[in-house]
């Protein structure tokens, strides 16, 4: 389906903050003059254009242009500083760069080690090295162009573990407005429709929040975008908009779940159906907490910005199996690998492979995409986990955090789970640090709820709170305490940022 095939004045985009709302007629018009400005450059099927915004209203009728126009978007973090901005728009070859004047500062930065440079587009304001975007497209026509093409999203890892890695898909071969399996996946799960009113309150850049804005919009749906996550104010969007679908990380059931009670209670939102979560692991304390809340409208699901395999699960079945992130979704398969690539039994801890999922490469990086297949060509996404005898993945970690330590393996999202759960506990990482006996130590460092609270006393109370629920030898051995911890706002935390301080000592 295409945007057009909806009622023009129908809302397609509404800023949470502003009101600003983008219609279905001009979201359409708008990617059309987008596509025609594209064709006007040069850019075929197949190229690459870059956009660097915040939640900005032209953020996704930009990606229904290049969409439109069979072109790979690469939508990169407004929070990464110069320098990573420019890596990835050299890396991905981008023939166009799209900011903001809220970036213009970034954009000063990085321009003169462009290279080769792209045609650069500003939004809100024009710029002495790039034209504004809207004058560029008035004079574009807003019919469809000739050769309508599906594009694909080429979005770049996190770099919680070094340089971002560009993940590059195939393009669909599908004609432009027809079903693809991808869409039409999503759609059968959660039913999107033009009755669809959708609260996205991620960064819009992150494969997540992108993927399913889109799908969205593709079906008629409406998306309602919060600059930036507010636990109160998300719950208050739920209530002011009716919303009917929204997505989250656990993080921000966290912090939604250490609200007052007041507050919790203060609003309602019986037209929510569906509350959406994945993009790292929900402790199970956490998530029995959201359930007794919001009852069985959680739904989760276990995937990559990769797309080379999905698992899913339902608030009941989760309900039996507590702690799995689901069984296998859309026709692929799982794999729990050893080390030498041996197939494992139920519940042996292994790497999580898919097969039957989708194809992709890391761009420019042929050693790093060959380490991701197995022998058998199955795909990983570098986590760690085991199926029970029913097919239910449980995730323990991701391969990379594992601590060593005296020869015996520790999960650290085991003493993270844990610690989240205490009162005084805002954030918390749990990782390894040097030892000269053991090789590694549990380390862990926590944000607390009250900064004047962090010292011994407060370090020994979550201490013996770890010890009180898991073993002594998975517990950490000290806790230091920050204002605040590095976390990617799709609730990723940035544990090497947090280990190489550590390492760096020894």
């Known amino acids: 389906m295409k945007p057009s095939l909806y009622p023009a004045d129908h809302p397609a985009i509404i800023m949470a903050n502003t009101k600003q709302t983008i219609s279905f007629g001009e979201l359409d018009a708008f990617s059309n003059r987008f596509a025609h400005l594209m064709r006007s450059l040069g850019l075929k099927p197949g190229d690459g254009i870059a956009l660097c915004l915040e939640n900005h209203p032209y953020f996704l009728p930009i990606c229904w242009g290049a969409q439109r126009a069979g072109l790979y978007f690469t939508a990169i973090s407004y929070r990464l500083s110069a320098d990573e901005v420019q890596y990835i728009v050299n890396d991905c070859g981008a023939r166009v760069l799209i900011t903001s004047a809220h970036l213009e500062s970034t954009f000063d930065a990085l321009l003169p080690k462009l290279n080769p440079r792209p045609a650069c587009f500003m939004l809100d304001r ?30 770049y890892s996190s770099g919680t573990t070094g340089r971002p890695k560009g993940v590059k898909k195939p393009l669909f071969q599908e004609p432009f407005g027809e079903e693809t399996a991808v869409f039409r996946a999503a759609q059968t799960r959660y039913l999107f429709d033009t009755e669809t009113r959708y609260l996205s309150p991620a960064p819009l850049y992150h494969a997540a929040p992108l993927g399913f804005t889109m799908n969205v919009l593709r079906y008629g749906g409406t998306v309602v975008v919060m600059p930036s996550f507010d636990a109160e104010t998300a719950l208050k969007l739920l209530e002011e908009h009716q919303i009917t679908h929204a997505q989250w990380v656990p993080t921000m059931f966290v ?16 037209s929510l159906k569906y509350a959406i979560h994945a993009a790292a692991p929900c402790p199970i304390s956490i998530k029995e907490q959201m359930i007794e809340w919001w009852g069985n409208i959680i739904f989760e699901y276990y995937a990559g910005t990769e797309g080379n395999g999905s698992t899913f699960i339902t608030s009941e079945e989760w309900l039996e199996h507590r702690g799995s992130v689901g069984r296998p979704a859309n026709d692929c398969k799982l794999h729990i690998l050893d080390d030498t690539g041996k197939p494992l039994p139920p519940f042996e801890h292994g790497g999580v492979y898919f097969e039957g999922g989708g194809r992709f490469e890391y761009l420019n990086d042929p050693d790093k995409t060959a380490e991701s297949q197995s022998t058998q060509g199955f795909s990983t996404l570098g986590d760690i986990g085991y199926v029970d005898d029913e097919g239910y993945l449980y995730l323990t970690d991701r391969k990379s955090y594992m601590i060593i330590s005296g020869g015996v393996n520790i999960y650290p999202q085991e003493a993270e789970n844990i610690l989240i759960t205490h009162p005084k506990v805002a954030d918390v990482a749990v990782f390894g640090i040097p030892n000269e006996e053991f090789g590694e130590e549990v380390k862990a460092v926590v944000q607390p709820i009250d900064i004047a609270q962090a010292g011994p006393a407060l370090e020994a109370e979550l201490i013996a709170f770890t010890r009180s629920n898991i073993a002594h030898l998975k517990c950490p051995k000290s806790i230091d305490f920050l204002d605040e911890l590095p976390r990617h706002p799709t609730g990723k935390l940035y544990k090497r940022i947090l280990k190489d301080t550590y390492w760096q000592k020894k």
């Open 126 to 155: 024009a710029h002495p090295e790039a034209d504004l975007l809207n004058d560029a497209l008035a004079d574009q026509p807003n019919t469809p162009i000739d050769d309508e093409a599906y594009g694909q999203s080429l979005l």
């Open 255 to 270: 912090r939604l779940l250490k609200l007052d009670l007041s507050v919790k209670q203060r609003y309602h939102f019986p």
